[in-house]
């Protein structure tokens, strides 16, 4: 068997980042959605991480952070495999949510 990465067609949608339901300002774990290329990593920047921090990606397919985003703004930034990048700031989340990036790769 063999297999390649192909990027996905474009659907005209922005990429999404959905908060797990058990996400807080001390532990945060979040999925990138609607991407279409596969991500090298998820990185977040905010009162906790002064410096580009990479998330712990999970089985599941979540991006973690043990620290968690606090409750002040905070900024996400995500690489695909091919190198584009998308970066993202917010003021806040709720666990659960989905909110909407600026963009999608092209």
């Given at each position: 068997?063999?297999?390649?990465?192909?990027?996905c067609?474009p659907?005209?949608?922005?990429?999404?980042?959905?908060?797990?339901?058990?996400?807080?300002?001390?532990?945060?774990?979040?999925w990138?959605?609607?991407i279409s290329?596969p991500?090298?990593?998820?990185?977040?920047?905010?009162?906790?991480?002064?410096?580009?921090?990479?998330?712990?990606?999970?089985?599941?397919?979540?991006?973690?952070d043990d620290?968690?985003?606090?409750?002040?703004?905070f900024?996400?930034r995500?690489t695909?495999?091919?190198?584009?990048?998308i970066e993202d700031t917010?003021?806040?989340?709720?666990?659960?949510e989905?909110l909407?990036?600026?963009?999608?790769?092209?």
């Amino acid at each position: 068997m063999s297999w390649y990465v192909t990027k996905c067609p474009p659907n005209g949608e922005n990429i999404y980042y959905q908060f797990k339901k058990d996400s807080n300002p001390w532990w945060v774990a979040l999925w990138v959605r609607n991407i279409s290329l596969p991500l090298a990593f998820v990185e977040v920047k905010n009162k906790n991480h002064s410096e580009w921090y990479k998330l712990r990606r999970e089985r599941d397919g979540s991006y973690v952070d043990d620290k968690g985003f606090g409750t002040d703004a905070f900024s996400i930034r995500i690489t695909a495999i091919d190198g584009q990048v998308i970066e993202d700031t917010y003021q806040s989340y709720n666990a659960g949510e989905l909110l909407k990036s600026s963009g999608q790769f092209e």
